[in-house]
Nanobody, 124 residues
Framework: QLQLVESGGGLVQPGGSLRLSCAAS????????IGWFRQAPGKEREGVSC???????YYVDSVKGRFTISRDATKNTVYLQMNSLKPEDTAVYYC??????????????????WGQGTQVTVSS
């Protein structure tokens, strides 16, 4: 059974940094595409970043240059390093399993096996 568990969220001041982790169990993570998504109160879930099984990475325009997705095969974990955080980054962040070797999508409906989410709050 594919299972993902997110961690690393918290409260941070504007301009600060957080690193989110998405730990996988029940499957070998590097063989799959993993996406990071977020959902703020009253808003739809949006794709933030993804990493394909072939290690191609994609970012939504609003986080380009600030967020970095990576994976550690030895720990079966995908990370989302978030720098220069802004109040508008406040949301629950989720990771999920997708498809694609040399491409990955940021469309939530193309993903499955969602984690429970981790709250990120950017506020002074």
């Amino acid at each position: 059974q594919l299972q993902l568990v997110e961690s690393g969220g918290g409260l941070v001041q504007p301009g600060g940094s957080l690193r989110l982790s998405c730990a996988a169990s029940g499957f070998t993570l590097p063989y799959y595409t993993i996406g990071w998504f977020r959902q703020a109160p009253g808003k739809e879930r949006e794709g933030v970043s993804c990493i394909s099984s072939g290690a191609r990475t994609y970012y939504v325009d609003s986080v380009k240059g600030r967020f970095t997705i990576s994976r550690d095969a030895t720990k079966n974990t995908v990370y989302l390093q978030m720098n220069s955080l802004k109040p508008e980054d406040t949301a629950v962040y989720y990771c999920a399993v997708g498809q694609g070797t040399y491409y990955c999508s940021l469309t939530p409906s193309e993903y499955q096996s969602w984690g429970q989410g981790t709250q990120v709050t950017v506020s002074s």
